[in-house]
């Protein structure tokens, strides 16, 4: 069992940048790839970026309305995973979940523990 924790979320001009975090405990964190995902009002969950173990050496995937602006990160030695968000648009407002999964691939259902989620609102 793992129970994650997302936090950094909030209200930000367009072109800003925000940090979301998501701490993880329970089962070792390091075996699992993790997620981050975000659901807008009226739409469906999407993919947003994932990061595999450190056994795969952390390899890295972005959904291309984010590649090149976020980030994806995680500190196995603290249990905290990252999503580093430059440039944001007001299109990135949603509420921004993270997941964790033995799978990790880009659906949802590769996912077995989820947070509870942060609010990203980006202004125009």
């Known amino acids: 069992q793992v129970q994650l924790a997302e936090s950094g979320g909030g209200l930000v001009q367009a072109g800003g940048s925000l940090r979301l975090s998501c701490a993880a405990s329970g089962r070792p964190f390091g075996s699992y790839v993790m997620g981050w995902f975000r659901q807008a009002p009226e739409k469906e969950r999407e993919f947003v970026a994932r990061?595999?173990?450190?056994?795969?050496?952390?390899?890295?995937y972005y959904a291309d309305s984010i590649k090149g602006r976020f980030t994806i990160s995680r500190d196995n030695s603290k249990n905290i995973v990252y999503l580093q968000m430059n440039s944001l648009k007001p299109e990135d407002t949603a509420v921004y979940y993270c997941?964790?999964?033995?799978?990790?691939?880009?659906?949802?259902?590769?996912?077995?523990?989820w947070g509870q989620g942060t609010q990203v609102t980006v202004s125009s």
């Open positions: 997941a964790a999964g033995a799978i990790g691939g880009t659906s949802g259902h590769d996912y077995n523990y």
């Open positions: 990061i595999t173990t450190a056994r795969t050496l952390g390899a890295t």
